[in-house]
């Protein structure tokens, strides 16, 4: 029987989401995308959440889309699943109140799309992280070929998604991808704590910062990520996408 989901918890106002699919490491399928959509609408209509803390179950917090479920996608089928990521995504950060990354491992392709649509990152120092879908022939899909760039800067996120490399927690530290590093047993009560700081003070005030600090990206986020959908779609059914895929699938390195 297949255990995965989203699991949420609320105490104190602040709500605790997290990606329990730690069999294939918290891979994003549409499933799970849709249930976590889900999971935010209904955050979003609480009234006495304050903070959120998202995380991953076992050694990841999230390591890509499903490249299971991608390699049998159509282009139109990429396109609209990349537009319900990134819905998905934007819904997570529209929320009035700040959403916490507590990045307990792998945040791979989608796992660091979802990480970057996150407010604030703080990560265990074993956590692994990276753009590697050029290594399958596709390209980040879910926002983060904006949001990477706003985070980071746009020259580190060259970087990092041409050549798929992926970066240590100290790295990821250095480069601005995560603002505070954890032991791995206390990441989650370290995100609490800065939950709690938040929640403890002005409530409007801090839903107004979030608010004009989100306005500096709004105009030209909202035509790229389409554009990101379309380009993305584009490279499926290329000869290159497949094998990229095909050979992740059949862990061998891809012939191109
Ligand atoms: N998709 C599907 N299954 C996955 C994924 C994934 N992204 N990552 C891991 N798994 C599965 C493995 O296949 C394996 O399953 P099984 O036991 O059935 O073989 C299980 O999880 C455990 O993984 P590993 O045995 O590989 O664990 P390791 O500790 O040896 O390796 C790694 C961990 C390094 C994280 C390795 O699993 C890996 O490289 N994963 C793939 C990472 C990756 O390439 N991610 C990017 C995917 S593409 C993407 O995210 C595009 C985003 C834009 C989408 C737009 C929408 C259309």
Not at 111 to 116: D, K, S, T, V, Y
Not at 150 to 163: D, I, P
Not at 209 to 218: G, H, S
Request: net charge negative.
């Amino acid at each position: 029987m297949d255990e995965s989901g989203i699991l949420l918890e609320i105490k104190d106002g602040i709500a605790i989401v997290t990606l329990n699919r730690p069999k294939a490491l918290n891979a994003l399928n549409l499933a799970l995308i849709e249930e976590f959509a889900a999971v935010i609408k209904q955050l979003s209509r609480n009234k006495d959440v304050r903070a959120l803390v998202l995380t991953g179950a076992g050694k990841a917090f999230v390591a890509g889309a499903d490249v299971k479920e991608l390699a049998s996608m159509r282009a139109s089928q990429a396109f609209s699943f990349s537009r319900q990521g990134q819905q998905a995504f934007d819904r997570l950060e529209r929320l009035d109140f700040p959403v916490i990354a507590a990045i307990n491992g792998f945040a791979l392709g989608g796992g660091c799309e979802l990480a970057l649509a996150c407010d604030i990152r703080i990560a265990s120092v074993t956590a692994k992280f990276g753009m590697p879908e050029v290594s399958l022939g596709l390209m980040p899909g879910f926002g983060g070929t904006q949001r990477l760039c706003r985070a980071v800067g746009y020259a580190n996120a060259m970087y990092l998604m041409t050549t798929a490399e992926t970066l240590n927690a100290q790295e990821a530290l250095h480069m601005g991808l995560v603002q505070k590093l954890t032991e791995p047993d206390v990441l989650l009560e370290e995100a609490l704590v800065i939950a709690s700081k938040i929640a403890s003070r002005g409530r409007y005030a801090v839903k107004a910062v979030k608010e004009l600090a989100l306005k500096n990206f709004d105009a030209d986020y909202v035509n790229s990520a389409e554009l990101e959908s379309e380009v993305f779609a584009g490279l499926f059914g290329k000869p290159e996408a497949e094998e990229g895929m095909n050979a992740f699938l059949e862990k061998r390195n891809p012939q191109w």
